[in-house]
């Protein structure tokens, strides 16, 4: 099994094309389906784990204060995220409850930490260990359950319903969602796969010489019938 | 165009690393992933997850989601469709329209197009390629905003316990609707839309190599 770091090949298409090299904030598209093939990172990833750690503490406002209090004939019922799901696990909506806690609570949580995490290990001594590796995977696995927006949205929706019905006021924690799910949007633009770019030294250099192997093959095709050498 | 398939190299699905000369059940030497050439049983899985979601889509528009007792008046099951009647009714015309997109027209159109999406990758059809590639993508994108239903029931389902006077509780309408979002969600995720490319590409008539 040999790599080919030259090259790289199109997620929906399969067309193979020469890696470029990425100006300032450029992105790559392949030229058959336009799928995005790569994208420079290189400014991201300073911002990214001072994005995280902001995201965090949105987080736990979020979770510690209440969404909205509602106020119906003098009585006044305030509920906070983990709140709504003990309640649907009281009315043995488990699997709903189930859903709701990792899509809105865990999942989100999992993906903070998990970042703040993998940049902290990375920048420190920049090798990558297989647990390291897992962790990546898995935050990648993860993303697309990560549903704060939405969640936000589904909020001011339940807000606006109640206010013909009730006296509603928002919490601090509807005010937290609001700039959890902007945080979140910046942060989640950044893909853990770009961890592997911020490659260990020695491993650089080795990626480095092989691609002067090849540089001088003009195309894609011309690259891989050059076939270079096993290690 | 060269393919990765036709050149014989494997795309590693996480980290976008190139491999060459792959054995079966090798593992990427940058980030550990299992290398696989498509997507396992990608045509099979998708189909199965979309049938299901089909069958769920019945009891998800029919059962009540959401059931109000409120003091005065009786009790009150409301539907994902009456829930945007009632929206539209009582003024508040935005958010009808977001719930409408969000919980009736995205997994419809999920539905219909994952579907469509199926059949002409089974059927090797080469049929608009670029605009199915686009679809998968829309699709892959949309998904998880169908879960604003869900949000919105639980959310209510919290806040509104003032025993006696007001409550709402969640029905199983809601569920099934839950259950149609995830499965289609894992639908879009287990289709591979390379498999489209590979046996609708016009260059496949011609000879390469």
């Not at chain 2, 289609?184 to 839309?193: L, N, Q, V, W």
Request: proline share 5%.
């Amino acid at each position: 099994m040999q790599q080919l770091p030259d090259l790289i090949a199109c997620k929906e298409c399969d067309a193979v094309h020469r890696r470029l090299t990425l100006g300032h904030n450029e992105v790559a598209r392949c030229s058959r389906c336009g799928a995005e093939l790569e994208r420079d990172m290189r400014d991201h990833v300073g911002r990214v784990l001072p994005l995280t750690i902001a995201s965090l503490f949105m987080y736990v406002i979020a979770n510690v204060f209440p969404v909205a209090g509602l106020e119906f004939h003098g009585a006044v019922n305030h509920t906070t995220l983990m709140g709504a799901v003990l309640s649907l696990g009281a009315e043995e909506m488990y699997l709903l409850a189930f859903l709701v806690f990792v899509t809105t609570i865990l999942f989100p949580l999992f993906q903070l930490l998990g970042l703040i995490y993998l940049l902290i290990s990375i920048s420190g001594t920049g090798r990558r260990s297989h647990g390291l590796n897992l962790w990546v995977r898995m935050i990648q696995t993860f993303r697309p359950w990560v549903m704060v927006e939405v969640l936000l949205l589904g909020a001011i929706v339940a807000f606006v319903k109640l206010t013909s019905m009730a006296t509603v006021f928002p919490g601090p924690a509807l005010w937290a969602l609001g700039g959890l799910a902007l945080l979140f949007a910046s942060v989640l633009s950044f893909n853990p796969r770009y961890i592997w770019h911020m490659a260990p030294p020695e491993r650089r250099k080795k990626l480095a010489t092989a691609a002067d192997r090849t540089s001088a093959a003009p195309s894609a095709e011309k690259a891989v019938t050059a076939k270079p050498e096993s290690p | 165009m060269k393919t990765a398939a036709r050149l014989g190299m494997v795309l590693c699905g996480h980290c976008a690393a190139l491999w060459k000369d792959v054995q079966a059940h090798d593992r990427c030497g940058r980030c550990g992933a299992r290398l696989h050439p498509r997507k396992p049983d990608s045509l099979s899985r998708t189909w199965a997850l979309v049938i299901a979601a089909c069958i769920m889509y019945l009891p998800a528009n029919l059962l009540p989601v959401m059931i109000t007792a409120s003091f005065p008046r009786e009790e009150q099951q409301d539907t994902i469709m009456s829930g945007i009647i009632y929206f539209w009714t009582s003024g508040s015309w935005v958010l009808a329209v977001i719930v409408f997109i969000a919980s009736f027209l995205v997994p419809l159109f999920k539905l219909a197009v994952m579907i469509l999406l199926l059949v002409t990758a089974w059927r090797h059809s080469s049929w608009r390629l670029l605009e199915r590639t686009r679809l998968y993508r829309i699709v892959e994108l949309i998904g998880r905003w169908s879960m604003l239903d869900v949000f919105v029931v639980s959310l209510l389902a919290g806040l509104v316990q003032i025993q006696g006077f007001a409550t709402v509780h969640a029905g199983p309408g809601i569920v099934a609707f839950a259950a149609v979002v995830v499965l289609t969600m894992f639908a879009s995720m287990s289709f591979d839309p390379r498999l489209m490319w590979d046996t609708g590409a016009p260059e496949q008539e011609k000879p390469d190599e």
